[in-house]
């Protein structure tokens, strides 16, 4: 699992997370966020593939954003808690699961285009952070 970042270039390139780990094996995307502590902001996960979500066994409620095969955003969660799922979005290649709120921060709506790049890419996280988790 490597990491990446997640950007909104439909909203000026607002960044969803800086350290969102790639979950893209059936025992990553099986496992997810399970037992995991609650994502801090810039936190995320990417399940690649997926086309459904559930919260079972989850102890913190989550962001979740479906994007399709050219980045689009096909539907978004707010406030996904614990014991609940979504629906199944059959268009969807990635679900990107995120701290709650983050969201309506950054103004993401169906049909915006996010854009994922290596970690190691993100020119404009050079602000002394350490992103390592």
Known sequence: MGQVVVRNVSR????LGR???VANTVWTRLKGLL????????EGMLLDPCQAVHMYGMKQP????????????????HDLRPGQ???????????LELPVGTLMETDTRVGDRLLV??????????????DDR
């Open 85 to 95: 799922r979504s629906k199944y979005h059959g268009k969807a290649k990635q679900a």
């Open 35 to 42: 037992g995991a502590p609650p994502l801090q902001p810039g």
């Open 62 to 77: 989550l962001d979740v954003a479906f994007v399709g095969r050219e980045g689009q955003v096909i539907a978004a969660y």
């Open 12 to 15: 000026d390139g607002v960044a």
């Open 19 to 21: 350290r969102v780990v």
């Open 117 to 130: 790049q290596p970690a190691s890419d993100d020119r404009q996280s050079s602000d002394g952070e350490n």
